[in-house]
């Protein structure tokens, strides 16, 4: 099945902790991205990647990294975690090849709280 | 800078009834536009995709029409039923930048 997985689902963190979330596509797509959605704020991209070790800022990258050693994995890495970092997070994968490109495919979700 | 709206931000309708749902974007220069569905507390499922060069693209109960020079795409679900209930998003893939942006939604409840 064609999927996009995400690791922790849920995570309860302290302020200044490090975490990682995981994010792992089996469609061999070439484009990933993250985002993050807030009540009002819609989904605002985080950080996107267009290929393997290839990397590029979204709207709002302040206080995260990515990075993309493998072509289907795209860790987000929160290197200090702040309150404001409290989220719910989507990663994303999209075809770049064929008639449906562009079309983004998404992950269940992971629910961050920074106490 | 890209900025999408989606108006109303909530809607209530009667089961059966078709409904339009609206998607505005000020940068006419996008590569396509995906429609979504998210259900409470769950990820984001694709409904619709058309890029730049189409007009519309249809599955099942769900039209979507996209008309760039005006900066709006639509959304029409025939014969509304309450497993309709979610909130739609839509989002634009913007030209030249490789980023998408996000409209904030419009939660539509479809009542039995």
């Known amino acids: 099945e064609a999927q996009v997985t995400q690791n922790p689902r849920y995570l309860i963190t302290v302020t200044g902790k490090k975490l990682t979330v995981t994010c792992s596509q089996n469609?061999?797509?070439?484009?990933m991205s993250w985002y993050r959605q807030d009540p009002g704020l819609g989904l605002r991209q985080i950080y996107y990647?267009?290929?393997?070790?290839?990397?590029d800022k979204g709207d709002v990258p302040e206080g995260y990294k990515v990075s993309r050693k493998e072509k289907r994995n795209f860790p987000l890495i929160l290197e200090s975690p702040s309150p404001n970092q409290t989220s719910l997070y989507f990663c994303?994968?999209?075809?770049?090849?064929?008639?449906?490109?562009?079309?983004?495919?998404f992950g269940p979700g992971t629910r961050l709280t920074v106490l | 800078k890209q900025e999408v709206t989606q108006i109303p931000a909530a809607l209530s309708v009667p089961e059966g009834e078709n409904l339009v749902l609206n998607c505005s974007f000020t940068d006419s220069a996008i590569y396509n536009l995906q429609w979504f569905r998210q259900d409470p507390g769950k990820g984001l499922t694709s409904l619709l995709l058309?890029?730049?060069?189409?007009r519309e693209q249809t599955s099942g109960r769900l039209n979507a029409s996209l008309d760039k020079s005006s900066g709006r795409s639509t959304l029409y679900i025939a014969a509304s039923q309450p497993g309709d209930s979610a909130t739609y998003l839509c989002a634009v893939y913007v030209s030249g930048t490789y980023k998408y942006i996000f409209g904030t939604g419009t939660r539509l409840k479809v009542l039995a």
């Open positions: 058309i890029q730049s060069s189409q």
């Open positions: 994303a994968s999209t075809s770049m090849a064929g008639v449906m490109w562009g079309e983004q495919f």
């Open positions: 990647s267009m290929n393997v070790e290839v990397t």
């Open positions: 469609m061999n797509h070439e484009y």
